[in-house]
């Protein structure tokens, strides 16, 4: 994930760390690649995360006083950053864990073998339908949807009405309305191109992106700029009423709703990292985030749906972000391998 809306903030939350020695006892379920040996274990645990990670301090304290690793984070950057340190440090891994490899990064995660097999007695089971693959390589944690949001007040004030579809975005009365984040910088940018693609298909949708330029499109650098600058339904007040963003962004920005028929469907994974020094903390690890306090802390720290289906979403959420019943996807090991190659086309076609 390398991607999520209004949580660059929290990334400060990461630079915890313990001091108190390891325990002897072993994960719920098995870790590490299989093998004769048995999983290794330190008494430090290292965990390498998005920057957009946060879960409140006493969880990750209580986490800490019951394994008893030191642990450390490492935050640094967006999930293509993280899979990127991964795989250029796999001959001397820099972790031991990893959160944050999103269905768009899975695949080149899965190739470069940075990853080894753990299965999580904590997992439910209806998060089975969010398995990357049938490896055991990477275990759902959350799941999201990047959609197209509208600033429903400026819409109401135009007497225009919000548009619905793809295809409405190319309508003439939405010339220079829509703002969105670069696929080649931006996580959520990359969704929506890949939102695109799964509707349009590959080459329909470069005439659709050229379109889209044709009806005044605008493309910024990354989430941040479009959302909070560019964006009138947000604190910038910029001048456009369509934005990329979430399907979960309208629970905390009321006056503003999600295009449900536009998104993307963002699932994030945690992961042993292969030839890691503490592979039963790492299991440790991937249980405790799918643990029920944790689950029920990522919609508010995280702004993401738990895997686990049975958590109480807060009460803003159930009003104001609605799921997409049939978000667009994408196999992960086809995005893998065409992913260079369909950001450099539309780089051609919509910025030259």
Request: aromatic share 10%; with cysteine.
């Amino acid at each position: 994930m390398s991607k999520k809306p209004l949580v660059l903030a929290l990334a400060g939350a990461l630079l915890l760390a313990g001091c108190v020695g390891p325990t002897a006892s072993s994960p719920s379920a098995t870790a590490g690649p299989a093998s004769s040996s048995a999983p290794t274990e330190s008494t430090q645990l290292r965990v390498i995360t998005h920057d957009s990670f946060a879960l409140p301090d006493a969880l990750i304290a209580d986490f800490k006083a019951k394994t008893g690793y030191d642990v450390v984070f490492n935050a640094p950057g967006d999930a293509g950053t993280v899979v990127n340190q991964l795989v250029l440090t796999k001959g001397a891994p820099i972790a031991d864990v990893v959160f944050g490899i999103d269905n768009t990064f899975a695949g080149r995660a899965f190739s470069e073998d940075v990853l080894s097999p753990y299965t999580s007695t904590a997992l439910p089971a209806d998060a089975a339908s969010f398995a990357a693959d049938g490896s055991g390589r990477l275990t759902p944690i959350d799941f999201g949807d990047v959609c197209l949001n509208a600033d429903t007040k400026w819409f109401q004030a135009k007497g225009l009405a919000v548009p619905v579809s793809l295809d409405d975005l190319l309508k003439p009365e939405y010339k220079d309305l829509l703002v969105v984040a670069n696929p080649a910088t931006s996580s959520p940018g990359l969704a929506f191109l890949l939102a695109t693609i799964a509707a349009k298909g590959d080459p329909g949708y470069l005439d659709y992106w050229k379109a889209l330029r044709d009806n005044g499109l605008k493309v910024v650098k990354g989430w941040t700029e479009a959302y909070t600058v560019e964006f009138s339904g947000s604190s910038g007040k910029g001048k456009r009423p369509l934005v990329l963003s979430y399907a979960s962004s309208p629970a905390f920005e009321p006056a503003t709703q999600s295009l449900n028929q536009t998104c993307f469907r963002q699932i994030e994974y945690a992961g042993v990292v292969a030839g890691s020094a503490n592979q039963v903390g790492a299991g440790k690890f991937i249980d405790f985030l799918l643990s029920a306090k944790v689950q029920a802390a990522i919609p508010d720290q995280m702004y993401m749906y738990p895997v686990d289906s049975s958590v109480k979403l807060p009460k803003d959420w159930a009003a104001h972000a609605v799921l997409p019943e049939q978000p667009f996807t994408l196999p992960a090991d086809q995005i893998s391998a065409s992913r260079d190659g369909w950001i450099k086309a539309w780089t051609a076609a919509v910025i030259g």
